[in-house]
């Protein structure tokens, strides 16, 4: 019987991944997933893609306060819901309604990232992630795609998906779109399939290129719809919501 294994999330798009062993899975995902996330002063969205190394940050959500601990022990905090003037940021074709967040971020981002950047928290919860509310993938198909490649293993971190499975076959996960899947209290939908970026190339501990992820992949997987991204992993909504813990059944229900 597949079970979920581990559990990612981060407040901060592109920071470190946070491995809670146990989450609410609400109508719009993980409540305070990717909540917070980076632009540029002109507005256009500024994540790992463009400055891997953002992983090497870890937020956490301390009572009222958003913690970023950088890589050189130095720490910015500061009230979460300390905001400033409206934005409206385009997200990946999207229009996610924002405020800037007030307090020591914005100086101790930009001298780490080494150009201007600001800190900005979605007015609505889960408004910052990519597409869909949540993402899952199987260490099977992550298994698979590391042994055709050549490589002894390959953390599933580098997918940054929101919940990661054992017990199923390789890309078994590909065949439940349009399914229903029970984990612990929760009913997911499966949607489709999530095409790839240049992140996963990426190490999730440094944030440097450290695999061609995306020329293996293309090797053997075809493209969504024949033009579109290269498939990892799958999409997920929530339909009953509930907790979830590591070590839950994974049901599939048809």
């Known amino acids: 019987m597949p079970s979920l294994v581990r559990i990612n999330v981060t407040p901060m798009k592109g920071a470190a991944l946070l491995h809670p062993e146990r989450v609410h899975l609400g109508r719009s995902g993980i409540a305070g997933?990717?909540?917070?996330?980076?632009?540029?002063?002109?507005?256009?969205?500024?994540?790992?893609?463009?400055?891997?190394?953002?992983?090497?940050?870890?937020?956490?959500?301390?009572?009222?306060?958003?913690?970023?601990?950088?890589?050189?022990?130095?720490?910015?905090?500061?009230?979460?819901?300390?905001?400033?003037?409206?934005?409206?940021?385009?997200?990946?074709?999207?229009?996610?309604?924002?405020?800037?967040?007030?307090?020591?971020?914005?100086?101790?981002?930009?001298?780490?990232?080494?150009?201007?950047?600001?800190?900005?928290?979605?007015?609505?919860?889960?408004?910052?992630v990519d597409v869909e509310p949540l993402t899952l993938v199987s260490l099977a198909s992550v298994r698979d795609l590391a042994r055709r490649g050549g490589r002894a293993e390959l953390d599933a971190a580098h997918f940054r998906m929101n919940l990661e499975l054992e017990g199923t076959s390789p890309y078994e996960e590909d065949g439940w779109e349009g399914a229903r899947l029970r984990i612990g209290g929760a009913t997911l939908s499966i949607l489709g399939q999530v095409p790839r970026c240049v992140v996963t190339t990426q190490?999730?501990?440094?944030?440097?290129?450290?695999?061609?992820?995306?020329?293996?992949?293309?090797?053997?997987?075809?493209?969504?719809?024949?033009?579109?991204?290269?498939?990892?992993?799958?999409?997920?909504?929530?339909?009953?919501?509930?907790?979830v813990a590591v070590g839950d059944e994974v049901v599939l229900l048809g």
């Open 33 to 128: 997933n990717r909540r917070f996330f980076l632009v540029t002063p002109d507005g256009g969205l500024f994540s790992g893609g463009d400055h891997g190394p953002l992983v090497r940050i870890v937020a956490t959500i301390v009572e009222q306060d958003l913690r970023l601990a950088f890589p050189d022990g130095a720490l910015a905090q500061g009230r979460a819901d300390d905001l400033g003037e409206p934005l409206d940021i385009d997200f990946y074709g999207r229009h996610v309604p924002a405020r800037a967040v007030r307090g020591p971020f914005d100086a101790s981002l930009t001298a780490f990232v080494g150009r201007p950047v600001r800190l900005v928290r979605a007015d609505r919860e889960t408004d910052g």
């Open 203 to 243: 190490s999730p501990a440094t944030g440097e290129k450290d695999w061609d992820t995306l020329t293996q992949i293309a090797k053997y997987r075809p493209r969504i719809h024949g033009d579109g991204g290269l498939p990892f992993g799958m999409y997920a909504a929530v339909l009953a919501p509930g907790e």
